[in-house]
């Protein structure tokens, strides 16, 4: 039978706080620790402050019972046997992780230790960082037998968290002493052992009580590799199939064909083939170049990450030059955009390709009518309303006399347009698609000029005029 392991979770952002419903979830009793006062406040009276599946109904049944939010990191040290790290580790302007928010955590843990803890990176970190959290809080004065560091880095995707969280491909558990990986076994152990799964109102998803996922313990440092290598493989599979698809659009051939026939391979397989206008979010950007630094600092020449990124920046720049073909000019042209996350089923507008494209179609003097299920609050942060830039309510509104509409992010509603009522929305019934939802032949049938990824551009078929017959 599981057992009920007290944990803290410093940190509440889109990592910290799925981390910590989710062990609620699992039956453990959790600290979730944020020293926003604000956000603290807001999640006590039930706001989940991120666009997350399943959240709001968890965070409902769990906040101020089995979830404390708190800024008293003293108290939660004090009563938690594990410490999960899941501040921010942004990239800074030489592209390494800034690691400074873990170092702040680590000395503060350190103040209050007075038995034995574990102290967990959550948090996505370069390798060596346990070492440092080791040196941080040795150098505070706590006797070495009161700690050990472990790595438990996660694998979430946003808009599908909550599942993935609790229905995980693999749990990686990096630990260099049998008793910190004893422990992170008992943490685990609900999905592990299957004793969720048997649960009625259990979260839905691949695992079962029969089909548990996998604990795989390994050394501290390979747990911090596994984390950067997984991320930028998944980045180096994105952008390998945007420049396939950019062969394509040179040969006249369909990215979607080539991407099925390559991913068929049981060896290769489908995920990650999708071509589009690049990968962002918070996680992708900011861990292939953390990934490139480390690389560097140690002597190992990964420059194929660069190439990466490279490929990443230019699909924008493809994709700004598809509007152009379509336009011709673009200044004083009004387009409707529809996507404004980096993804769908999330709110997340960080490193998102959709909001650099805004801004260089602003830059070429386009006026931008935009909409976004979930991200235009956060957008319009980063973007302020303008007389070039408005944000509204629906599909409807942002398309009505628009040039051409612009699709910039895979939202399900988005694939599930009324093509008719769009085609007489738009002044032109234009297209230019960088999330290829729409069949090319479906919009030539309905009469849309349609451009979209790695695949040849349709135009509308117009019956032949047969001129009158001379007699």
């Not at 396939?244 to 990215?255: G, Q």
């Amino acid at each position: 039978m599981s057992r009920v392991v007290p944990i803290a979770v410093v940190g509440s952002g889109y990592v910290g706080l799925v981390a910590a419903i989710c062990f609620a979830e699992m039956g453990h009793q959790v600290f979730c620790v944020d020293n926003d006062e604000r956000k603290v406040a807001a999640l006590q009276g039930g706001d989940t402050l991120i666009h997350e599946n399943y959240l709001p109904t968890l965070l409902g049944k769990y906040r101020n019972t089995r979830v404390k939010f708190t800024t008293d990191l003293a108290e939660a040290t004090r009563e938690c046997d594990a410490i999960f790290i899941a501040v921010g580790t942004p990239q800074s302007d030489t592209g390494d992780a800034d690691l400074s928010y873990v170092e702040a955590v680590a000395s503060e843990i350190a103040r209050h230790i007075t038995s034995y803890k574990v102290i967990v990176e959550k948090s996505t970190v370069p390798v060596y960082t346990n070492e440092w959290i080791r040196r941080v809080i040795e150098r505070n004065g706590v006797n070495r037998d009161l700690f050990d560091v472990v790595s438990n880095p996660e694998f979430l995707r946003e808009g599908t968290a909550v599942a993935d969280f609790l229905h995980p491909d693999r749990i990686v558990v990096g630990a260099d002493s049998e008793r910190a990986a004893a422990l992170l076994t008992a943490i685990y152990a609900p999905l592990t052992e299957g004793d969720y799964y048997k649960k009625a109102e259990a979260i839905a998803g691949v695992c079962s009580d029969r089909a548990r996922p996998p604990l795989l313990l390994t050394s501290t440092k390979s747990a911090e590799i596994i984390k950067h290598a997984s991320n930028a493989f998944l980045a180096l599979k994105i952008s390998f199939i945007n420049a396939v698809s950019n062969l394509c659009e040179a040969a006249d051939a369909n990215v979607e064909q080539v991407a099925k026939g390559i991913g068929l391979d049981s060896r290769i397989g489908p995920k990650f083939l999708r071509p589009g206008i690049g990968y962002g979010g918070s996680c992708f950007p900011k861990d292939v170049a953390a990934f490139r630094s480390v690389a560097e600092q140690m002597g190992v020449d990964f420059n194929l990450l660069s190439e990466v990124e490279k490929i990443n920046v230019g699909q924008k720049k493809r994709f700004l030059s598809k509007v152009r073909a379509a336009l011709w000019t673009l200044r004083g042209k009004k387009l409707a955009v529809l996507g404004l996350a980096f993804k769908g089923e999330t709110d997340d507008i960080r490193e998102s390709p959709a909001i650099d494209l805004v801004e260089m179609l602003l830059a070429e003097g386009c006026s931008i009518v935009a909409y976004d299920p979930a991200a235009m609050k956060r957008a319009a942060e980063e973007l302020p309303p303008s007389t070039q830039l408005r944000y509204v309510d629906s599909v409807e509104e942002a398309t009505k006399d628009a040039d051409a509409l612009l699709i910039l992010t895979d939202w399900a509603e988005f694939a599930e347009l009324d093509l008719v009522k769009l085609h007489g929305s738009l002044r032109y019934p234009i297209v230019v698609d960088g999330r290829n939802l729409y069949d090319p032949k479906v919009m030539q049938e309905h009469g849309f000029t349609y451009m979209s990824v790695g695949r040849p551009a349709a135009t509308p078929v117009r019956e032949a005029v047969t001129p009158d017959v001379l007699v």
